[in-house]
């Protein structure tokens, strides 16, 4: 028996480029879309794995804002918490510059000394305050993911 070739297409080639425009569609606009299920059981099945991996897709992109924006709070919130301990040890250092002959040597050092463990204990809590996102990457499975791409 031989196999014969039509160039005409078959019904489940209209059905899988039907299903990839509507696809097509769904990626260019952005809207959050879903596929329509078809009356085909095969195709069903296809749809609704690609309306769960479009679910995982949008759900992926919302934890990755979410991060992105407690990122940005965090680095607003380090600057501001680590500009008060730098200004104030700039503000004695100048002035013993500017002024070396009013300076008490060892007075100058314990305050400087004491804005730099203000400064630590900053970074200590910014390194705190960091390592629940590196968790929460890690819990989501995609701490590995993102070593993969990472600049070597």
Same mark, same amino acid.
């Given at each position: 028996?031989?196999?014969?070739?039509?160039? #005409? =297409?078959?019904?489940?080639?209209?059905?899988?480029?039907?299903?990839?425009? #509507?696809? #097509? /569609?769904?990626?260019?606009?952005?809207?959050?879309?879903?596929? %329509?299920?078809?009356?085909?059981?095969?195709?069903?099945?296809?749809?609704?794995?690609?309306?769960?991996?479009?679910?995982?897709?949008?759900?992926?992109? %919302?934890?990755?804002?979410? /991060?992105?924006?407690?990122?940005?709070?965090?680095?607003?919130?380090?600057?501001?918490?680590?500009?008060? =301990?730098?200004?104030?040890?700039?503000?004695? /250092?100048? +002035?013993?510059?500017?002024?070396?002959?009013?300076?008490?040597?060892?007075?100058? /050092?314990?305050?400087?000394?004491?804005?730099?463990?203000?400064?630590?204990?900053?970074?200590?809590?910014?390194?705190?305050?960091?390592? =629940?996102?590196?968790?929460?990457? #890690?819990?989501?499975?995609?701490? +590995?993911?993102?070593?993969?791409?990472? =600049?070597?």
């Amino acid at each position: 028996m031989s196999a014969i070739s039509t160039s #005409e =297409p078959r019904p489940c080639t209209y059905l899988l480029q039907a299903m990839a425009g #509507e696809l #097509e /569609l769904i990626n260019r606009c952005d809207t959050g879309g879903r596929m %329509k299920e078809r009356p085909d059981a095969a195709a069903t099945r296809l749809v609704r794995a690609i309306n769960a991996a479009l679910v995982r897709s949008e759900e992926a992109e %919302k934890r990755a804002r979410c /991060l992105l924006e407690e990122q940005c709070r965090l680095g607003a919130d380090a600057a501001h918490a680590l500009r008060t =301990p730098v200004a104030a040890l700039r503000a004695e /250092l100048e +002035e013993a510059v500017l002024n070396p002959a009013h300076v008490d040597l060892d007075e100058l /050092l314990t305050r400087t000394l004491s804005a730099v463990g203000r400064l630590q204990e900053v970074i200590e809590q910014l390194q705190l305050l960091a390592g =629940p996102s590196v968790a929460v990457l #890690e819990a989501g499975g995609y701490g +590995e993911r993102l070593r993969r791409f990472a =600049p070597r």
